[in-house]
């Protein structure tokens, strides 16, 4: 035990390793605490060593693990990588791709300034929202439009707009949770609106939304269940469906 130690004592301090001339330029790159980290971690690899051989590093000789330790545990963090599972829009891969053609105009209106919230057309300050909300609005037939970065954000502000106080059914079958603490319960209550369950967990019918409907109801709920599905004695309602009905109603 007493070699073993005698032999870790040869170990740098992390001070004086941070002080080598060598990491300079690392240390200003990556900061003091970023690459102090590395050091500790490399010697932790070192006093291992050191137990099979009495050669220490040099404060030196660090530059290359730690560049090493950096990219790895620092660097960019997201890796290219193939997507060979057979799923083309992967989740736990990054989801759908964007074209070059649209990062393209995407970095060039990050790096330049644009009208952003500026009207041309009167001098004053605009909205930000006005330009894509009139696109949608053409794509769509929609009365109003807005656009936020995740799916719960969308549900929860449909609901509140559009159901606040009112009732909206939902089939049992797709009362769902999904990452990230999707709860469509939850989501529904804290949008302020009464969710009406209908139906079964397994079979869910058109009358069943029909039957639902009252002078509360302010829509008719259709869940996509993600990855969740239920096989063999089932039945659910396709989107058409409740169209149709929610128009009749």
């Not at 001070?15 to 060598?22: C, G, I």
């Not at 929202?129 to 439009?145: D, F, P, W």
């Amino acid at each position: 035990v007493v070699e073993n130690n005698n032999q870790r004592r040869k170990l740098p301090g992390v001070d004086q390793v941070l002080r080598a001339p060598q990491l300079t330029s690392l240390v200003h790159q990556w900061g003091v605490a970023t690459v102090a980290d590395a050091i500790r971690s490399i010697q932790i690899s070192e006093r291992d060593r050191l137990q099979l051989s009495s050669w220490a590093m040099e404060p030196g000789h660090y530059l290359e693990p730690i560049t090493t330790w950096l990219r790895t545990h620092v660097g960019h963090g997201y890796e290219t990588v193939f997507n060979l599972t057979g799923t083309v829009i992967h989740t736990n891969l990054g989801r759908s791709l964007l074209s070059e053609q649209l990062m393209a105009e995407a970095v060039r209106v990050a790096t330049r300034p644009t009208t952003l919230e500026y009207d041309l057309r009167t001098g004053r300050r605009g909205q930000r929202e006005n330009i894509v909300e009139h696109r949608l609005k053409l794509l769509t037939g929609c009365e109003a439009a807005t656009i936020v970065n995740n799916n719960a954000a969308a549900v929860l502000l449909v609901l509140n707009t559009l159901a606040h106080n009112k009732s909206v059914p939902v089939s049992r079958g797709e009362l769902i949770e999904i990452g990230g603490s999707f709860r469509l319960p939850d989501i529904m209550e804290r949008a302020g609106c009464r969710l009406v369950e209908i139906g079964t967990t397994n079979r869910t019918r058109l009358s069943d939304y029909a039957n639902a409907i009252d002078e509360s109801t302010a829509m008719l709920l259709k869940v996509h269940p993600s990855n969740f599905h239920i096989e063999g004695f089932a039945e659910a309602v396709a989107t058409r469906g409740l169209k149709e009905l929610g128009k009749k109603s």
